[in-house]
T-cell receptor, first 115, second 113 residues
Framework: AQSVTQLDSHVSVSEGTPVLLRCNYSSSYSPSLFWYVQHPNKGLQLLLK??????LVKGINGFEAEFKKSETSFHLTKPSAHMSDAAEYFC?????????????FGRGTSLIVHP | NAGVTQTPKFQVLKTGQSMTLQCAQDMNHEYMSWYRQDPGMGLRLIHYSVGAGITDQGEVPNGYNVSRSTTEDFPLRLLSAAPSQTSVYFCASTPAGWNSPLHFGNGTRLTVT
């Protein structure tokens, strides 16, 4: 069985400072992990994905995430926040399920960026 | 390339009414799914399909029906709308299975009064 926990419902940063959005997961297999971003009144867009290749994954818009199996974590980071990064972020875990596809979404982290 | 298209964008229903939310994709993806998004709950899977003619239930299927007669279309039917179905609904598709990212539509905001 798979599960995912986003440790913060809201994260507030100042523009130009680092961003850290935390995600822990649980899986019986070697899972695939994803981060999606949702801007207001929009659908979700893929930021990056981990599928058992390099543990440090680079995504769009300067975001990256590191897969740490020992800590069962997949935290999302960005060195310097921009106002346009203000959005909702979702961590997602997925594992093989006999031909079906039922990814599990975290509850989301709202990133607030102050000028 | 349109991707995943959802219609309508907004809908208001009275309790007991029925309606169909439309979803179409032009990427020839085998997998399609419907989610609902409620504040603080993330996205919850309603129904999904692994190919034309095949559908299955997700986490919160009650009150919803789906069918998949073609690869492109995956409509979601509300049989008798209830206020608890007030939500934002997203359709998503993916070309393959569990390690492929989802492609999302822009959502349908449904209010049931």
């Amino acid at each position: 069985a798979q599960s995912v926990t986003q440790l913060d419902s809201h994260v507030s940063v100042s523009e130009g400072t680092p961003v850290l959005l935390r995600c822990n997961y649980s899986s019986s297999y070697s899972p695939s992990l994803f981060w999606y971003v949702q801007h207001p009144n929009k659908g979700l867009q893929l930021l990056l994905k981990y599928t058992s290749a390099a543990t440090l994954v680079k995504g769009i818009n300067g975001f990256e995430a590191e897969f740490k199996k020992s800590e069962t974590s997949f935290h999302l980071t960005k060195p310097s926040a921009h106002m346009s990064d203000a959005a909702e972020y979702f961590c997602v875990v997925s594992e093989p399920a006999g031909g079906s596809y039922i990814p599990t979404f975290g509850r989301g982290t709202s990133l607030i960026v102050h000028p | 390339n349109a991707g995943v298209t959802q219609t309508p964008k907004f809908q208001v229903l009275k309790t007991g009414q029925s309606m169909t939310l439309q979803c179409a994709q032009d990427m020839n993806h085998e997998y399609m799914s419907w989610y609902r998004q409620d504040p603080g709950m993330g996205l919850r899977l309603i129904h999904y399909s692994v190919g034309a003619g095949i559908t299955d239930q997700g986490e919160v299927p009650n009150g919803y029906n789906v069918s998949r007669s073609t690869t492109e279309d995956f409509p979601l039917r509300l049989l008798s709308a209830a206020p608890s179905q007030t939500s934002v609904y997203f359709c998503a598709s993916t070309p393959a299975g569990w390690n492929s990212p989802l492609h999302f539509g822009n959502g349908t905001r449904l209010t049931v009064t």
